[in-house]
């Protein structure tokens, strides 16, 4: 699963990404090499949850609905 453009623009800033930082364990450069990249690892639980807090968006707008072909 993929984060939406509009909950990646809302999330890359400097204090969301210190909250991703604490939640997931990792360093700044890799939380800005998991929105640059759009990672599955911003779509696990205790990530989501930073999102939903900051954002105040439903799960349906953070997250990109996407059909594989």
């Not at 969301?16 to 360093?27: A, I, P, S």
């Not at 599955?40 to 105040?56: F, P, S």
């Amino acid at each position: 699963m993929k984060l939406s453009p509009k909950a990646l623009k809302a999330i890359n800033n400097p204090v969301t990404r210190r909250r991703l930082m604490d939640v997931l364990g990792c360093t700044e450069f890799t939380i800005a090499r998991y929105i640059q990249k759009n990672s599955d690892n911003l779509t696990k639980a205790a990530a989501m949850q930073v999102i939903r807090e900051v954002t105040g968006l439903p799960d349906e707008e953070i997250l990109e609905v996407g059909i594989n072909k």
